[in-house]
């Protein structure tokens, strides 16, 4: 297990640290509660890495729980997926996963409990009407007709509730609180709905589901959890939770901290919207590597570390910080695979060259290192023969200043190779350049040509080895920071149409045997990630996890030599 993001200072460590030197808390029990209706995004791995890391950092335990209260919505797929990201990111839960529809009946009873003693009623309002007395931010709420039932009628109609005999909508329990309450949250919020729906877990047992805030607080106090970790948008429900917990014979009193949720720029973290992308088919599944989805970033290419590294990077507070600038995640997965991913070459829109003073079937092979500073990585073989592949964008008939690749009558050296000079361009019939014809400089291999600077280097393939690939160049899929800022406007509307690019590549021949999610660096073009499921015998697939350039690390350096 790791624990950058806890062990970084934040607020919630020192607290917990104080509460620990101070006697209050012995063991520190945090859980992770997500519900189960869709594909776990960047703003989960944050708070599964803090809530696992804090309790890895002072020795105690967390707890994955589904928060599985709504079954009209969720399924056991959600559920697995769910589970093999928090197991892919790195940690383990203790004990087995647990359910919130594993506290069911006990949540029930404590139900019975708060009607007992004049604290829960049964409601025929309809859920308009119920928004309607409930008031405004400004105006007190108004108290049920159906407020003042007895405790008898009460449990009977609860009873009634559970057996079905209602349909969806007509009756609903609320907590008996305060109708005037400033916050909106207390005035008699709603305990159980009846859903007559099949449950993942429970089956038919149920006719009645809680409200999530009527499960949470609850079930945290049902297993020992001593830190309830949440977004800021819980702060207001902080109350409610705490009411719960002062009225209800619960073994033990949890305590609810938030912090701030991530936002990050040209990204969707809503599971709403994320699902309507999926839906719709605008995105290939809920891993799409265009997602922001945990999933979708491991298909892309992402490591578990720089997942990590970027959590950590952006910390944890109680201020909303605005927008994550979404360079900082590209620096983390940039730093990672620059010190850890292979090295091969791979032309994405092949060029032919023939090289006319290399004889037919002449053949060398280089011994090249897997990574400039890693012995570990061994050495791959790049066969050298007088056909080979280079890049459209490395060559250019007529060509500006500083133009150093490959030009008629200009010079360039094959990485790892000779230097070459282009003698003549072969068109077809309409003007297109398919074709170069090269001569070598037998006497440049490893070392300078006499007389003269060569300044530019071109990656490059065997055209006889070259091994056919698909490369999907993926970029952000959205072309505005926030898609979703004009609540009125359809965030769809800022698609971005590029999002996607395909080409029909050549990879050297190390390539071949890539496994799926093995990663890359292909030289002067970016990190690439073998597609998990798309590589096959039949069928090679890289996606672009990310460029070679590091604008991030730009902007630090820039404000470090400020500061200097």
Avoid at 334 to 357: G, Q
Avoid at 470 to 478: I, K, Q
Wanted: proline share 6%; charged share 30%.
């Amino acid at each position: 297990m790791t624990t950058e993001t806890a062990s970084a200072p934040n607020f919630i460590r020192n607290q917990i640290y104080d509460e620990i030197e101070t006697g209050r808390v012995d063991k520190v029990v945090t859980r992770f509660p997500p519900e189960p209706n869709g594909f776990l995004h960047i703003g989960h791995a944050k708070s599964i890495c803090l809530n696992f890391g804090l309790a890895d950092m002072f020795g105690g335990d967390c707890h994955l729980r589904f928060d599985d209260t709504n079954p009209t919505k969720e399924e056991q797929a959600y559920i697995d997926a769910i589970k093999e990201d928090v197991s892919w990111l790195g940690f383990e839960w203790a004990g087995e996963v647990r359910y919130a529809s594993d506290y069911f009946d006990q949540l029930y009873a404590w139900a019975q409990h708060l009607i007992r003693e004049g604290k829960a009623y049964v409601d025929d309002l309809s859920p308009d009407e119920i928004r309607e007395y409930r008031g405004t931010l400004t105006e007190p709420g108004r108290p049920s007709p159906y407020r003042d039932r007895s405790v008898e009628e009460n449990l009977d109609l609860l009873a009634r509730m559970r057996a079905g005999e209602f349909g969806e909508g007509e009756k609903v329990l609320r907590a008996r609180i305060d109708m005037a309450s400033p916050n909106i949250n207390l005035r008699d919020p709603i305990l159980y709905r009846i859903r007559h729906a099949s449950h993942h877990q429970t089956g038919e047992a149920w006719k009645i589901y809680p409200s999530y805030d009527f499960a949470h607080g609850q079930s945290d106090a049902v297993e020992g959890v001593t830190h309830s970790l949440c977004t800021l948008e819980f702060e207001d429900h902080r109350p409610l939770y705490e009411w719960f917990l002062d009225n209800l014979p619960v073994p033990c009193r949890p305590r609810q901290i938030e912090f701030a949720r991530l936002n990050m720029n040209y990204t969707l973290t809503s599971k709403r919207k994320l699902k309507l992308l999926v839906d719709e088919g605008i995105v290939d599944g809920w891993d799409d590597p265009r997602m922001p989805t945990i999933s979708g970033m491991r298909r892309r290419g992402y490591t578990p570390a720089s997942i990590r590294k970027f959590c950590e990077m952006i910390g944890v507070t109680r201020a909303d910080g605005g927008l994550v600038d979404i360079a900082m995640l590209y620096h983390a997965i940039r730093s990672d695979l620059e010190d850890n991913a292979p090295r091969a070459m791979c032309v994405l829109n092949p060029l032919k060259v023939v090289l006319t003073n290399v004889a037919e079937g002449h053949e060398e092979v280089y011994e090249v290192p897997g990574h400039p500073a890693r012995e570990d990585k061994g050495l791959r073989r790049v066969p050298f023969t007088r056909e080979l592949y280079i890049d459209q964008e490395d060559f250019m008939e007529e060509p500006p200043k500083k133009f150093f690749r490959l030009a008629p009558g200009q010079e360039v050296r094959l990485r790892n190779s000779y230097v070459i000079r282009c003698d003549e361009a072969i068109k077809d019939d309409t003007g297109e350049v398919v074709e170069l014809r090269c001569s070598v400089d037998f006497d440049t291999l490893g070392k300078n040509p006499e007389g003269r600077k060569v300044k530019g280097v071109i990656h490059w393939v065997s055209a006889t080895h070259a091994v056919p690939m698909e490369v999907r160049l993926y970029d952000n899929l959205f072309l505005v920071e926030q898609p979703d800022k004009d609540k009125d406007a359809d965030f769809l509307e800022h698609l971005n149409p590029e999002s996607l690019k395909v080409c029909q590549a050549m990879g050297e021949p190390s390539l071949a045997e890539a496994a799926p999610e093995s990663r890359f660096q292909f030289e002067r073009v970016g990190y690439f990630c073998a597609d998990r499921h798309s590589c096959r015998d039949d069928k090679l697939v890289f996606n672009r996890t990310v460029g070679l350039k590091d604008s991030w690390a730009r902007i630090q350096k820039k404000d470090g030599q400020k500061k200097g």
